[in-house]
């Protein structure tokens, strides 16, 4: 999808957010009843579509929300009744919420489908936006859409090495660094817990290490962002079961997919900021030489873990990584995962799980961030009690904690293996959605993660220009 802001006379379809009160005389008197009911966003007259505006008692985020998700559901009629060019009228802030909005609601996986629908929106016209608010919203969507597609493409042709030559390419077409460490370098490296979950693969691991230093910099150690990239999820000899659980387990690697996206978007937006990513990246599977439970493994840093449950690797995975990241000294480290069940049952599908060491004015920058962008974050406790749901008798640690606690001791675990601030966002909740999805997510991957690093990028970099 192409965004502009320029006029363009020859196109007929429009949008306008309105309020009653500026409706047209063009309108019906029964038309404007309807327009006034609470649960009608939206009506149609002609060529033109009238979005209601933001009702005046909603917070700023939930009217920019509620733009979102009126745009989303406008989608199938846009493409029924257009040519696919549309113009929006309205404020700079409500149109752009609105176009992204129809722009996200608008994502097709279509790749495999041998019969393609041939409608589908084209060009959004924002007469009242900026050059660089255009240009932010056009990053901002098509990194989203590659982070979706990534999530979506099947195991079969995405595994660890296809995810690392994807990385590779995409930092020769923006300009940034990216090395690819195979599986010999991380025998070498000894990182016990990439080489543990591959055991029962004949796929090799990858470590892509991607580093974004453009020369105006606002931070002289990095923030590094780790993703974990587990390309698809059985369980591993603790199998899981299908379907409901592990029929949907190509998006184990959404962790690694949102940090793609996110460099994605910061190399094209050009941000001044000094980023370095990780992503472990292997399939889990119970063939081969499997880990078995019971086994005890030794991390990059040496810890001992006795693996109980072959399906808790995501965490064995990200420590290795974690670890890793202590050379670099980072400002920040934030790690990005599809990590627990028990997250998803603690928030649903409408917010992530988040907890760490940072401190809470970094978690409220956050937070802030995901209300701007509705990729909301729930921050829960790392008490120190909850490390003795970890202790082991014969090893340093084992990889769960019981069915209490699941997505906290899941989280105590990683803090194990950082020595600097850290914040750890379980995106499982809302990663990939089932049941038709949720509003402009969709059905599928969502692309979490990305728009939220990168409002919160905007909001780091405000605070260390000042």
Sequence with gaps: MEFFNKKNPDISFNIRIADVASLPDTLTESEKQVFTKDSVKSIRSGNSWFVKSPDTNLSEYEALEWLRVAGSELVSELETWTDGRIVIYGSSKHSLALAEGIALGS?????????????????????????????????????????????????ITLNATALAEYALELGKRLNFHVEVLEKKKIEALKMGGLLGVNKGSIDPPTFSILEYKPENTVNEKPIVIVGKGVMFDTGGLSLKPTPGSMDSMKSDMSGA????????????????????????????????????????????????????????????????????AKKYSPALTIDLATLTGAAVLAVSKYANVVMGTADDQTFKKLEEAGYHVYERCVRMPLWKEYRDMLKSQIADLKNIGGREAGAITAGKFLEHFTDY??????????????????????????????????????????????
Excluded: C
């Excluded at 629908?117 to 660089?132: A, I, K, R």
């Excluded at 939220?452 to 000042?466: A, G, M, S």
């Design 421 to 466: 601030p850290w914040i750890h966002i379980d995106i499982a909740p809302t990663a990939f959605l089932e049941d038709g999805g949720n509003a402009y997510r969709g059905k599928g991957a969502t692309g979490t993660g990305v728009r939220l690093l990168v409002e919160f990028f905007k909001r780091w970099i405000d605070e260390h220009t000042k």
């Design 107 to 155: 994502y097709k996986f279509t790749k495999y489908l041998s019969k393609k629908t041939n409608q589908q929106l084209s060009e959004l016209y924002l007469p009242e936006v900026s050059d660089s608010e255009l240009y932010y919203l056009h990053a901002i969507v098509q990194a989203v859409y590659n982070t979706r597609d990534l999530v979506n493409e099947p195991v």
């Design 257 to 324: 997919a949102a940090v793609l996206g996110t460099f994605e978007a910061v190399a094209s937006l050009k941000m001044p900021l000094y980023l370095v990513g990780l992503i472990p990246a292997t399939d889990n599977r119970p063939g081969e030489n499997a880990l078995t439970p019971g086994d005890i493994i030794r991390m990059y840093d040496g810890t001992t873990v006795e693996v109980l449950n072959t399906d808790a690797e995501g965490r064995l995975i990200l420590a290795d990584a974690l670890a890793y």
